[in-house]
């Protein structure tokens, strides 16, 4: 855990309220597994008061890159950050994935939570685990990360809620079909989370989730981002935000 | 350096006035890292009960406007873990410690205080008689000045560690329940815990916190907070400010109003090394003023501050 | 558009449910030329006492994180004036005026209730028994149940008027207060008025309000404020809900925590048409959402909600 | 009173945190005169929460121009504003400055309270009222306006604190000698304002004041900026911000 001022390489749009941030934080890349996440600070003063946590989506030589989507005030202010700018980071915090040897990878994502997946994807290609991808959007605009996936030539289907592109349907429908020999790695809402929960009962395979919380310190101290799992409540920022799929409760 | 810092609050002796405060700088080990404990005034730790708590249902936190909520319902891994794990580990890197003590009743209160009171890695206790966050005990005990003096007295039977009690805001005169307080035995006052708040989500149309309501701090609650300790100056006993400290001159602000110690909480979340920007922020103000030593500064501001002890 | 909006309070008929709080518009003059009075629901007058009060010695106002504290202890320019020149003006521009009544004692309030009571440019009155700012009256009246009990009794008895009671949030309890103030007679609740709070100048060492305290107000204040409205729900009687306000969203929380309606204050100070644009937000939120009528989001996120009148 | 986005036309930096920041504004610079002022929103959100009021320190076009001092955090958000920004403007608001007719007019500046004055000294300049100016600041770099005054042709005597340009001591310093005909128009640091009050009484000579009070609302809605007058309080936003020189009670 390193507390930085990473600076801003390259920012780009991508359309859809999308984000690449590309950072200069060399210990935090050194560090940094797929899964983990960084927690940055938006406002130089006051308000917006808390951090905001993004996901790792690529690690780079020294650099690491974030992939968000303006949903809000902070991710409004992130957005106007300049190249040459500066960004107060702390991390990389959390727990990350961890690919399952001899079981093919299946990563599932929904919106943003394509970004956890992305590294997870690049540690894959790294290390020439097999990996393929379904991926989830509202629409065709909002579906990122699909080029970078193609650059690491992991095989993808894509499905939106609008039929845009893709399958017209969940983005869970696209994990019909046997998943033996495979392992699930999935991030994005909480409803697609539950379906890739159920899934992978229903065919006994293993597999991760990445969750989301409600944060303020990101480091354990608080206490205040817990998520039901069995046996009580478990931290998204210490013991997750990556949880074994059997491990948690999902709500609803 | 550390001598025109050196101070004392409630008999406990303190490298700095700069302290954690409960329920947000864990047991020190979470924010280690970057934060070496030693460097600070004292490191108060959660919330802690006899028995491990299970906490309330998430969503636990909200942000609000320059504050948040919290209703975390003192989640803490109870005494055994403490005195095992976490106190050996602060001893180890040098900390002064204070522990925060919460019970759903008198007897635990008391329990807890009686087994902590021997130990050497333990400077002093804070009692929570003032979380807004948990049906039994918490604010229930803060609330109304003769419980508090029932409560503080039987603790004071039990221990000869020192003791600052936690007062909450959400009261009508928590210069009344201070009194009690000091006449009930009691060292020092901490002061303030969170303001009851509450956020709504528009889209769900809920509560956003899985309690309902939370308690708020950050530097939304600052001015509260200072009023409050500037009332409290005038009790006689040493008060422990705290209450959406973000910089050094905030804290200045609460030793000028009367405050022996400050405790920094929320600003810790946003700003890591925020206590230790503020040591050396007091340090350097001290230095410009031709000040020697920080006490100098207690209640400067304040014509109704008493000195103490 | 009108009918969506339409509502009433304690018995008041609302063109909308958007208020001006009392003490930050004046008498609707100041800001006429911005604010048409007649767009509002109404305006709450500046607290009015029988005789013209000077107010506090400056400074008194300083501005907090969100928020501000004011200390400007009631000045007003007394009942006569209200009656001969601001009543007037307010009817010729088609204003709907609650009055907020303040006394320094119980026959104060009583003289301003009977003397207002048959005035058929006066919708309501707002007892202010909150206002932290005034040695005598104000917040030592709405301190304790059985005062403000005894206070709105021997004004129910003189008025016919709605009567809304405007609530202090420094109490340990302030749905105690509520009950209290049902029982003796109010049609309603007006929650909250501003926090004790206060400020220091670094530099002069010295309070920076003339009075020292001041009462805390704006976004900072807005959990505490939706909190008490969630626990006034219960009480049984409409309730003007205020504190921080600053969009339609904050107004649409009020409105689903279960407030009849909700007041303005000081988000008008830095945004003058504030209120207009509220009033716009809700009626465009209500139109997306499909409602007839603003009184179907009231009390909607809030199961204690208990519907009055 | 007008509530308009006015238009950044030019903003500049004179050095010592002082700027001077040109606005398209036709409705107020329509309506204001000298001494009043306008109450302009340092952001877009909640924090900084209040507005700042700022003199109008000339009139042009179509457009205002405020000279103003970064002390704080609004007056600092104030002078990242750039040319083509927007600012969120009040205005103009207050009681302005009435030249005594057969009087010669000695403006009496510290600091930025030079804005005001220019304005006057503009006014004096249209209507050939005889005026001369004497201007106080901490240090020769502090001294602004000097140029506006020259292009005026206003007479003008400087002072420092430090000596560094003009006489070595209080603004206040340069009146000694008959004020015989002449009206005092002084803005500036309260200890300047009680020696002017001071040395106009002594002299019989009339004079008007522009003070200064924290504000809230800026049209006298709020009660907040009270000054002490005889007879009772006054408001700084809506009696004043000029007061006639008997009329208040300075402080210390
Ligand atoms: C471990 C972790 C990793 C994340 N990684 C990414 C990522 O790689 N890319 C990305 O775009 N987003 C990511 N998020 C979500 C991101 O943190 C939020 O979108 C961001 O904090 C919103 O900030 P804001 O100020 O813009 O929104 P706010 O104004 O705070 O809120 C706007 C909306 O977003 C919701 N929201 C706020 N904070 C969170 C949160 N922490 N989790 C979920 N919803 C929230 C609010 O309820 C509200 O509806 C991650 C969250 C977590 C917990
Ligand atoms: C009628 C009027 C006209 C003014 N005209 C000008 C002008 O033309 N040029 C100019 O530079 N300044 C002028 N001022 C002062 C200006 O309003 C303040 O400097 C500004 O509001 C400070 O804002 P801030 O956020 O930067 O400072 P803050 O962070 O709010 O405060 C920083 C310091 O400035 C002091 N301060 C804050 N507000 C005021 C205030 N309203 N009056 C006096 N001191 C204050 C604070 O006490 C503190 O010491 C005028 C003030 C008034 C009342
Ligand atoms: C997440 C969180 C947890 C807290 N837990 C405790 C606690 O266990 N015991 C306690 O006495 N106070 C607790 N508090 C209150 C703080 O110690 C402090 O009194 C309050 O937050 C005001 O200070 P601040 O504004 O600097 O945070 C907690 C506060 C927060 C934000
Ligand atoms: C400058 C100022 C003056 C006020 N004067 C009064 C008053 O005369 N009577 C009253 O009942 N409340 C008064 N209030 C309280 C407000 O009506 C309101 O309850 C409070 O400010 C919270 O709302 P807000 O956060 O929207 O401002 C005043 C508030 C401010 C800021
Ligand atoms: S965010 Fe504080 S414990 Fe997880
Ligand atoms: S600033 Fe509100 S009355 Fe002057």
Chains 1, 4 share one sequence.
Not at chain 2, 65 to 75: K, S
Not at chain 2, 211 to 231: D, E, F, Q
């Amino acid at each position: 855990m390193e507390l930085v001022g990473a600076s801003v390489l390259t920012h780009e749009a991508l359309g859809a309220g999308y984000h690449r941030l590309v950072l200069a934080a060399p210990e935090v890349a050194l560090q940094c597994r797929p899964g983990q996440f960084v927690h940055v600070r938006v406002s130089e003063d006051r308000y917006p008061l808390l951090r905001r946590p993004f996901s790792v989506a690529r690690r780079g030589d020294g650099t690491i890159t974030l992939l968000y989507r303006v949903v809000g005030k902070g991710t409004a202010l992130l957005a106007g950050l300049r190249p040459g700018g500066c960004l107060d980071l702390l991390g990389p915090l959390g727990s990350g994935f961890e690919l399952l040897p001899g079981r093919r990878a299946v990563l599932v994502a929904g919106g943003a939570g394509i970004a956890p997946l992305l590294f997870l994807a690049q540690l894959a290609w790294e290390t020439g685990h097999p990996v393929r991808a379904v991926v989830g959007a509202a629409q065709a605009a909002e579906l990122v990360g699909t080029a970078d996936l193609g650059e690491l030539g992991v095989p993808a289907a894509y499905a939106t809620d609008d039929g845009s592109l893709g399958h017209h349907g969940p983005v869970t429908d696209l994990l019909e079909g046997s998943l033996a020999g495979e392992a699930l790695y999935a991030c994005g809402p909480p409803a697609m989370l539950r379906k890739v929960q159920t899934l992978a009962r229903e065919q006994a395979v293993p597999g991760q989730l990445s969750l989301e919380a409600s944060m303020a310190c990101g480091v354990g101290a608080c206490r205040g981002c817990a998520c039901r799992a069995h046996g009580g409540y478990r931290m998204v920022c210490t013991d997750g935000p990556v949880f074994d799929l059997e491990e948690v409760v999902l709500d609803g | 350096m550390a001598s025109r810092l050196a101070t004392s609050l409630a008999g406990i002796p303190l490298r700095n006035p700069v302290l954690a405060a409960s329920g947000t700088f864990g047991y020190g080990r979470e924010y280690a890292g970057l934060v070496p404990p030693a460097c600070l005034g004292a490191v108060i730790t959660k919330g802690t009960s006899l028995e491990p708590w299970p906490g309330n249902p998430p969503p636990r936190t909200v942000e609000t406007v320059a504050g948040m909520l919290n209703a975390i319902g003192l989640e803490n891994p109870g005494l055994a873990h403490l005195v095992e794990e976490d106190l050996p580990w602060l001893q180890s890197q040098g900390a002064t410690v204070i522990v925060n003590v919460v019970g759903r009743c008198v007897d635990e209160y008391v329990e807890m205080a009686a087994a902590l009171d021997r130990r050497r890695e333990v400077a002093g206790l804070e009692l929570n008689i003032s979380c807004p966050n948990v049906d039994k005990g918490g604010m229930a005990f803060g609330s109304h000045p003769e419980t508090a003096y029932a409560l503080v007295r039987a603790v004071r039977r039990r221990t000869r560690l020192p003791l600052l009690v936690k007062l909450s805001p959400n009261v009508t005169d928590i210069v009344r329940v201070a009194e009690r307080v000091r006449d009930a035995g009691a060292d020092g006052l901490s002061a303030i815990n969170t303001l009851v708040g509450m956020a709504i989500d528009l889209d769900s149309r809920r509560p956003v916190l899985g309690n309902v309501t939370g308690g708020l701090s950050g530097p939304a609650i600052k001015p509260v907070a200072l009023a409050a300790v500037w009332r409290l100056a005038a009790v006689g006993l040493p008060v422990l400010g705290m209450g959406g400290i973000w910089d050094w001159r905030d804290a200045a602000e609460f030793l000028m109003a009367g405050a022996a110690a400050v405790a920094v909480g929320t600003a810790t979340f946003a700003r890591p090394r925020a206590m230790l920007e503020i040591v050396a922020g007091l340090e350097e103000y001290l230095e410009c003023r031709g000040l020697k030593n920080v006490s100098e500064l207690v209640g400067e501001a304040n014509p109704t501050f008493r000195a103490s002890g």
